[in-house]
């Protein structure tokens, strides 16, 4: 299916089947009625001189609702399967070869190390652009053992890397449940009431303090916010590889959140220094003036480490939840 | 010579995202002249000549900025041309959110920020909605999903646009974007070209200076509202 199936259909079953239509018309000021006029007729007999205040020319408009509808329609085309991405190594800053080929699959967690500046975020940068020799580093990118389409670059329907920066501030006038509700219904998924229900659920499952649907979005805490912004990219967000750069640890239970991503079958790449997450990840890339310098696999010794280190954390935690409570720590 | 339209709402990131990208084409050796349009006054320029590149600067003041812009563009793109330039950038600002300075068959690029509110590209014009290549700045001020549902807003306006994010402060995306400026297309003169949208226009009593206020004073092309 296709915008020229549309064209000829009556607006009141293209409006109540495709309602995206009647909200991209609205984003350009105009008005439509569900009636038995056809998208096409509508089009063509809108007057110009409205256009032209509106800014818009008529073929122009046609040209933008082609592209609109035919990217909408391509989001319930089956995404392409991602069962490896595999990263060819190329470059540090001194011109050294990385002689590095690696390849990770779905449900994997690799953790990215390295001081500030020494090329963290460009290595996720090169996985996010797909890269083909073409970036500062030379590196190359595989997906499926193969130079994936150049489409992955540019689309914004399936993005093959969802990536949760360290950022978690917003600065939109809404209350959690609008949010996550407007990020569903760009996301055009099945039953998004549903998903805000889940995605607010798992939140404040995460977060260590509760909040409700009604708060805005502007006064959540740092904890609840990366709570919310987990939550969401876990329960919305198709793209097969996620690139986290950092989890803070105040205020949320960050082995949940991770536990909550490697769920949903996804290769998550992580930039992070909280020994937790790292030792929870299957392996460590260690970043050096800008390349990829040594690959640690987690051993044995550092598994069983995690547990006694875990538990220092939840020791940690259950001071922290006595302080918030206004208790004193002259014990612990 | 490769010739761009950047504009863009004031404050967005235009001269930081330009920066960025000339940095960029200067790693690959490439002379580039910028054109920096402004209204009153504009220090941007230097930012420019700092970086090596060559800058003119054109400040429309008492005149209307894009119609200032159409009828000097022409002659900096001579300028280019005659500098050997292998790109040349314009910079201007979208003041009223109705201009464009887009030029059909000339590579156009729109630069709008995250924190310009959910319904901005929504309000802007022909400068978003015929851009060929959309730039999201202060992407690193929000979070991931805020950046992803102002994007699709802005998607929804321009559908057929490249839409990129780049951080005008660490560079970010700096680079992938340059890779699409490389595609840009060569030109040698803008003989013969047009708008892609029609400029605003009013060609009344206040267009030529009238400052009092009341019925009796307006003539020429005016427009009441509903009220």
């Known amino acids: 299916m296709s915008y020229y199936d549309l064209l000829p259909r009556p607006l009141s079953e293209l ?3 495709h309602p995206y239509i009647e909200d991209f018309l609205s984003s350009f000021g105009l008005e439509v009625e569900p009636g038995q006029e056809s998208l096409q007729d509508y089009l063509v007999n809108l007057n110009p001189d409205l256009l032209e205040d509106l800014g818009i020319g008529a073929e122009q408009l046609q040209q933008s609702l082609h592209d609109f509808i035919n990217g909408m329609l391509a989001l319930d085309d089956p995404l392409d399967q991602v069962n490896s991405l595999t990263l060819i190594g190329g470059f540090n ?3 050294t070869a990385e002689n590095l080929e690696l390849t990770l699959k779905p449900g994997e967690v690799i953790c990215i190390v390295g001081p500030t500046g020494s090329g963290k975020s460009r290595l996720l940068a090169d996985i996010e652009w797909v890269a083909q020799g073409d970036t500062p580093t030379g590196r190359k990118i595989l997906i499926n ?3 994936p389409d150049s489409k992955w670059r540019f689309s914004t329907e399936h993005k093959l890397v969802a990536q949760l920066s360290q950022n978690m501030n917003f600065v939109m006038d809404l209350s959690a449940e609008e949010f996550v509700r407007m990020h569903a219904e760009s996301r055009l998924v099945t039953e998004p009431e549903k998903k805000v229900e889940m995605i607010l659920k798992q939140a404040n499952e995460l977060a260590g303090e509760t909040f409700l649907p009604d708060t805005p979005i502007t006064s959540l805490s740092g904890g609840q916010s990366r709570a919310l912004m987990i939550a969401d990219m876990a329960c919305l967000s198709k793209s097969p590889i996620v690139l986290i750069d950092e989890i803070e640890n105040a205020g949320i239970d960050r082995k949940k959140a991770l536990d909550l991503l490697m769920r949903e079958e996804k290769i998550v790449l992580m930039a992070t220094h909280d020994p937790i997450l790292a030792l929870m990840g299957d392996k460590r890339l260690v970043i050096k003036n800008g390349g990829i310098a040594r690959i640690i696999e987690a051993s044995a010794a550092e598994r069983k480490n995690l547990i006694a280190l875990e538990e220092l954390d939840n020791k940690l935690l259950a001071l922290r939840n006595r302080i918030r409570s206004g208790e004193t720590l002259e014990s612990i | 010579m490769r010739f761009l339209t950047v504009s863009g709402p004031p ?7 330009i920066l960025r990208v000339i940095e960029a084409l200067q790693t690959r050796q490439r002379k580039i002249g910028v054109v920096k349009f402004d209204c009153l006054l504009t220090e941007d320029d230097q930012l420019y000549a700092k970086k090596g590149v060559l800058v003119k600067k054109g400040l429309s003041g008492a005149l209307c900025p894009d119609h200032y812009f159409v009828s000097n563009i022409e002659a900096c793109v001579t300028w280019g041309h005659e500098n050997d330039c292998a790109y040349l950038i314009s910079e201007s ?9 887009h030029i059909n068959e000339i590579t156009a690029v729109c630069v709008i920020d995250n924190l310009s509110g959910i319904n901005t590209p929504r309000k802007i014009g022909p400068m978003l909605k015929s851009a060929d290549i959309v730039v999201i700045t202060k992407g ?5 999903a805020e950046r992803e549902v102002f994007a699709s807003r802005v998607k929804q306006v321009n ?13 970010q995306g700096a680079f992938e974007l340059t890779s699409l400026f ?4 060569d030109i040698e003169t803008l003989k013969g070209k047009t708008l892609r949208f029609s400029m605003p226009s009013a060609l009344c009593s206040y267009c030529l200076g009238e400052t009092r206020i009341g019925e009796e004073h307006q003539t020429g092309n005016i427009r009441k509202m509903d009220i």
């Open chain 1, 145 to 147: 053992g193969e130079v």
């Open chain 2, 11 to 17: 404050s967005s990131g235009k001269t930081s995202v």
């Open chain 2, 159 to 171: 559908p057929g646009a490249v839409i990129m994010h780049v951080n005008g402060i660490t560079g």
């Open chain 2, 182 to 185: 490389e595609e840009a297309s």
């Open chain 2, 140 to 144: 690193d001020i929000v979070s991931q």
């Open chain 1, 15 to 17: 409006l109540a089947e």
């Open chain 2, 93 to 101: 600002a979208g003041l009223c959110n109705r201009c464009s300075p």
């Open chain 1, 93 to 95: 800053k001194s011109g």
